[in-house]
T-cell receptor
Framework: GDSVTQMEGPVTLSEEAFLTINCTYT??????LFWYVQYPGEGLQLLLK?????DKGSNKGFEATYRKETTSFHLEKGSVQVSDSAVYFC???????????FGKGTLLTVNP | EPEVTQTPSHQVTQMGQEVILRCVPI?????FYWYRQILGQKVEFLVS????????KSEIFDDRFSVERPDGSNFTLKIRSTKLEDSAMYFC???????????FGPGTRLTVL
């Protein structure tokens, strides 16, 4: 079945540091890929998505590229801010169904 | 901006009791979902609901679980005969037909004692 593996946390960075959170997936067919973010006390919010190979999703300075050859969708940001502190979830939607399959989530803490 | 809301934010119940978790999806959305996250584990799909019926469910969604859209606005998850292992954060999500984006509520933390 479909599965998502993402980097174990927690990740602690200083403000303006470079961020990478790794995500790899297993799926049949051609899934759509997502990054969701959960700020403290809030629900899951879509951060970015990519629906086909080589697509790059981007939002709020975050980027991720759909790499079919390595089955990866790593999240990157060049310069993190304290306000980026949150839990980040990688997810896929496979095939013809609509359900999302999530990774475990990675807690990011950014210190001033 | 429209959002998905969930009540209550925290529900504590005794093992064997019934609970109802409530969600108000975004008003023009047609697809509805429940997910759960046991502490420290992955967010797991429970059930999807479209056109007033279940379209898909996971093996977690056994016969103790049911969903309902009783009045065209609320979307509820009922768990009968709760077990300790039902303790988790439960997320509701809704999706419109035009995009493949699911919008999530803030979650209900269920604690079964």
């Amino acid at each position: 079945g479909d599965s998502v593996t993402q980097m174990e946390g927690p990740v602690t960075l200083s403000e303006e540091a470079f961020l990478t959170i790794n995500c790899t997936y297993t799926a049949t067919g051609y899934p759509s890929l997502f990054w969701y973010v959960q700020y403290p006390g809030e629900g899951l919010q879509l951060l970015l998505k990519a629906t086909k190979a080589d697509d790059k999703g981007s939002n709020k300075g975050f980027e991720a590229t759909y790499r079919k050859e390595t089955t990866s969708f790593h999240l990157e940001k060049g310069s993190v801010q304290v306000s980026d502190s949150a839990v980040y979830f990688c997810a896929l939607r496979g095939g013809s169904n609509y359900k999302l399959t999530f990774g475990k989530g990675t807690l990011l803490t950014v210190n001033p | 901006e429209p959002e998905v809301t969930q009540t209550p934010s925290h529900q504590v119940t005794q093992m064997g009791q019934e609970v109802i978790l409530r969600c108000v999806p975004i008003s023009n959305h047609l697809y509805f979902y429940w997910y759960r996250q046991i502490l420290g584990q992955k967010v797991e799909f429970l059930v999807s609901f479209y056109n007033n019926e279940i379209s898909e469910k996971s093996e977690i969604f056994d016969d103790r679980f049911s969903v309902e859209r009783p009045d065209g606005s609320n979307f509820t998850l009922k768990i009968r005969s709760t077990k300790l292992e039902d303790s988790a954060m439960y997320f509701c999500a809704s999706q419109d037909r035009a995009t493949d984006t699911q919008y999530f509520g803030p979650g209900t933390r269920l604690t079964v004692l």
